[in-house]
């Protein structure tokens, strides 16, 4: 098994940043792209961003793109997201996930999830 634990998330201001973390243990070896997903109160789940673990391919979608950057530190077994130029409609639990098959943009092919933190964008 893969374990992923997100921190990072909280409180900001319209137009501030953060920086979520997704530290992976466990059988890392397996995982082939870590992936951010969110939900809102009342939505759906839905993809934000994705990584592939050794080849630096990435995938956002296209509310974030130009705002959020997926980065590792395969080092620290760590994916992070970098949130700038946050809107109130950002707000949700993020959550970070393990992918055995490569950079997907939907939730199904994900395999191992985190308990997610959550952001919240004050207007």
């Known amino acids: 098994q893969v374990q992923l634990v997100e921190s990072g998330g909280g409180l900001v201001q319209a137009g501030g940043s953060l920086r979520l973390s997704c530290a992976a243990s466990g059988r890392t070896y397996s995982t082939i792209a870590i992936g951010w997903f969110r939900q809102a109160p009342g939505k759906e789940r839905e993809f934000v961003a994705a990584?592939?673990?050794?080849?630096?391919?990435?995938a956002y979608a296209d509310s974030v793109k130009g705002r959020f950057t997926i980065s590792r530190d395969n080092a620290k077994n760590t994916v992070y997201l970098q949130m700038n130029s946050l809107k109130s409609e950002d707000t949700a639990v993020y959550y970070c996930?393990?992918?055995?098959?490569?950079?997907?943009?939907?939730?199904?092919?994900?395999?191992?999830w985190g308990q997610g933190t959550q952001v919240t964008v004050s207007s």
């Open positions: 990584i592939s673990w050794s080849g630096g391919s990435t």
């Open positions: 996930a393990s992918d055995p098959q490569g950079v997907d943009t939907t939730e199904a092919w994900y395999a191992y």
